[in-house]
């Protein structure tokens, strides 16, 4: 092992990983400028080793805690902790009333529709019934120019329906439960967590923003509150994720 060592200084190859170095191959090493400079360059590779295992190695960032009275100093927690727990909730309703394995009225009559700018629920714009245990039925004839608002909500809505016109009446089969259909809604489940997740670091982006725009924090301060709002958001996105975990189970049957 020397010798091949002694080889290598020789040849003026440069070693970045000796780092346990024997005072006979220190001597040789030295001898030469070119082979010193290739010590140093070890010595601090090696250096720079042992402080990566000091952090706790990497990908590994510590674990950050949350100081509540710090944080209620600088800026409004009870507001960030609701806006994002709202979006959770709203997730958890969302699951709840679009995506269940048999859809039912019940289901239809809640579901939102933009119009003009403001939502409704279906059921204050339409009469909604069942014709038997496949089809429901939505009569439109009270607010017919709201159709096509009602179309394209019902086909956003993540409950994988096909409705069909006929004049201000919209037929909508129910459909069977096959793996494809089971599919689809958790496809849905997860298009909705990709939703509200990204509503939760908007609220985090939001409130870094107005941190950094606080002159009197120092530095470290600063970062110390942003680290803590993402760990907060972080919370709020593993809650939710365990939701879709639980969701897609349901949907899949595993």
Same mark, same amino acid.
């Given at each position: 092992?020397?010798?091949?060592?002694?080889?290598?200084?020789?040849?003026?190859?440069?070693?970045?990983?000796?780092?346990?170095?024997?005072?006979?191959?220190?001597?040789?090493?030295?001898?030469?400028?070119?082979?010193?400079?290739?010590?140093?360059?070890?010595?601090?590779?090696? =250096?720079?080793?042992?402080?990566?295992?000091?952090?706790?190695?990497?990908?590994?960032?510590?674990?950050?805690?949350?100081?509540?009275?710090?944080?209620?100093?600088?800026?409004?927690?009870?507001?960030?902790?609701?806006?994002?727990?709202?979006?959770? #909730?709203?997730?958890?309703?969302?699951?709840?009333?679009?995506?269940?394995?048999?859809?039912?009225?019940?289901?239809?009559?809640?579901?939102?529709?933009?119009?003009?700018?403001?939502?409704?629920?279906?059921?204050?714009?339409?009469?909604?019934?069942?014709?038997?245990?496949?089809?429901?039925?939505?009569?439109?004839?009270?607010?017919?120019?709201?159709?096509?608002?009602?179309?394209?909500?019902?086909?956003?809505?993540?409950?994988?329906?096909?409705?069909?016109?006929?004049?201000?009446?919209?037929?909508?089969?129910?459909?069977?439960?096959?793996?494809?259909?089971?599919?689809?809604?958790?496809?849905?489940?997860?298009?909705?967590?990709?939703?509200?997740?990204?509503?939760?670091?908007?609220?985090?982006?939001?409130?870094?923003? =107005?941190?950094?725009?606080?002159?009197?924090?120092?530095?470290?301060?600063?970062?110390?509150?942003?680290?803590?709002?993402?760990?907060? #958001?972080?919370?709020?996105?593993?809650?939710?994720?365990?939701?879709?975990?639980?969701?897609?189970?349901?949907?899949?049957?595993?």
């Amino acid at each position: 092992m020397l010798r091949n060592a002694m080889h290598l200084a020789t040849l003026g190859l440069r070693q970045t990983r000796v780092t346990n170095t024997s005072p006979r191959l220190l001597l040789i090493l030295q001898n030469n400028p070119r082979n010193a400079e290739n010590l140093q360059v070890a010595r601090d590779y090696a =250096k720079g080793k042992d402080k990566k295992k000091e952090k706790g190695g990497k990908g590994k960032p510590g674990k950050v805690e949350i100081n509540e009275q710090q944080l209620r100093e600088i800026l409004n927690l009870d507001g960030l902790n609701n806006q994002m727990q709202k979006s959770v #909730a709203q997730m958890r309703e969302d699951f709840v009333k679009h995506l269940s394995l048999r859809s039912t009225s019940g289901a239809i009559d809640t579901l939102r529709i933009k119009v003009d700018g403001q939502e409704h629920e279906l059921q204050e714009l339409a009469q909604i019934s069942r014709k038997n245990p496949k089809t429901i039925i939505v009569n439109m004839i009270g607010f017919p120019q709201t159709i096509p608002d009602v179309l394209k909500a019902i086909e956003k809505s993540g409950m994988n329906l096909n409705p069909q016109q006929d004049g201000t009446t919209l037929f909508i089969p129910i459909p069977k439960v096959t793996k494809e259909h089971r599919e689809n809604l958790s496809k849905n489940a997860k298009a909705l967590f990709v939703k509200y997740r990204d509503a939760i670091r908007g609220v985090q982006n939001e409130h870094i923003r =107005k941190l950094k725009k606080q002159p009197e924090l120092g530095k470290d301060d600063a970062f110390a509150a942003q680290a803590q709002v993402t760990a907060i #958001a972080d919370r709020f996105i593993s809650e939710a994720d365990k939701l879709l975990a639980s969701k897609q189970k349901e949907l899949l049957g595993d």
